[in-house]
């Protein structure tokens, strides 16, 4: 279960491979980390339509029962690109490529749900959502929304963050009272800093050089 709100909650959800991580804490941040260890060597981790099918079930998003067409592949990539464009773009102070921002904003005409009112078994008008015709894009179209939200208003830009170990590059949403987490993970990311910094500070100290 993610910790962000759901559109679209799914008994068919796959476990999720140990490969993926969820420690962005919103589903732009998460598509974006699919792409992990981007700051030691990028790992791919949507590598089929099968894997892009199992995120986007593991995340809530979609229903996962068949794997998305090959092309909505190349398009998660695309608009997972843009978005870390963007991201990267604002955690560095840079100016923001227009063209991610088009990107973006392309995909938002499939966000939204669309309602559905039907008559329910006790006879009662039940307002509910309508199903998809186009699960995978509109799942992306969620995930742009997302990111425009995040992107797009001071307060989500406020809480932006990439994890401050070198090797690590997690984006994430800093959720934290102060806003002053800087790793993706305590447990991880965090415990190897404190770590090293006590290894640094255990050092014993350099003997003078002999002259
Ligand atoms: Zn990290």
Known sequence: ??????????????????????????????????LRDRGRAP?????T????????AAAGLAAGDEPPPSAVLDEARD????????????VAGAPVPPAAVTQIDDW???????????????????????????????????????AAT?????????????????TCGTRFFDRSPAGARRWCSMRTCGNEAKARRHRE???PPRPPAVR
């Open 49 to 56: 339509p099968s894997d892009l099918g199992a995120w986007l």
């Open 43 to 47: 790992r791919e981790t949507l590598r």
């Open 201 to 203: 500070r255990a050092r």
């Open 150 to 166: 995040l992107l797009g208003t001071p307060e989500g830009r406020a809480r932006l963050r990439i994890c401050a170990s070198e």
């Open 79 to 90: 608009l997972r690109a843009a978005i870390d464009a963007v991201v990267t773009a604002l």
């Open 1 to 34: 279960m993610r910790r962000y709100d759901v559109v679209m909650p799914s008994s068919l959800v796959p476990p999720p491979p140990a490969t993926w991580s969820w420690l962005g804490g919103r589903p732009a941040l998460d598509l974006v980390n699919t």
């Open 108 to 146: 938002l005409v499939h966000a939204g749900s669309r309602p559905l009112l039907t008559l329910s078994a006790h006879g009662l008008p039940a307002l509910g959502e309508r199903p998809p015709a186009d699960s995978p894009r509109r799942a992306l179209g969620t995930i742009a929304l997302d």
